[in-house]
């Protein structure tokens, strides 16, 4: 298993931009998904990214505003976030499992994940 590290949460306004990042040694192996959880709300898929990064997919609800990607070299993933709503403050956490699923059982591995926070 991989020791997920994220970072780049953090208070934006709405419309603002973030980039979240989800770091381990080994990651390039794996593919990685985010999910988030809101206060009171269950964990929500949010998008997930194969190994190659040649495929992709993401929750209706950010699809045009939220983009993921992996810089392999690095063992990093990004989730950037675009046009941020006030729908979309929770806690994201990055996971990383064999191949990409909309779904929390096959991953792997948790980052403990860090807060967004929007402002209206």
């Known amino acids: 298993q991989v020791q997920l590290v994220e970072s780049g949460g953090g208070f934006v306004q709405a419309g603002d931009s973030l980039r979240l990042s989800c770091a381990a040694s080994?990651?390039?192996?794996?593919?990685v998904g985010w999910f988030r959880q809101a206060p009171g709300k269950e964990r929500e898929f949010v998008a997930t990214?194969?190994?190659?990064?040649?495929?992709?997919y993401y929750v209706d609800s950010v699809k045009g505003r939220f983009t993921i990607s992996r810089d392999n070299a690095k063992n990093t993933v990004y989730l950037q976030l675009n046009s941020l709503k006030s729908a979309d403050p929770a806690v994201y956490s990055c996971?990383?499992?064999?191949?990409?699923?909309?779904?929390?059982?096959?991953?792997?591995?948790w980052g403990p994940g860090p807060p967004v926070t929007v402002s209206s």
């Open positions: 990214i194969s190994w190659s990064g040649g495929t992709t």
């Open positions: 996971a990383a499992a064999w191949a990409t699923s909309r779904i929390a059982s096959p991953y792997l591995s």
């Open positions: 080994g990651l390039s192996s794996y593919a």
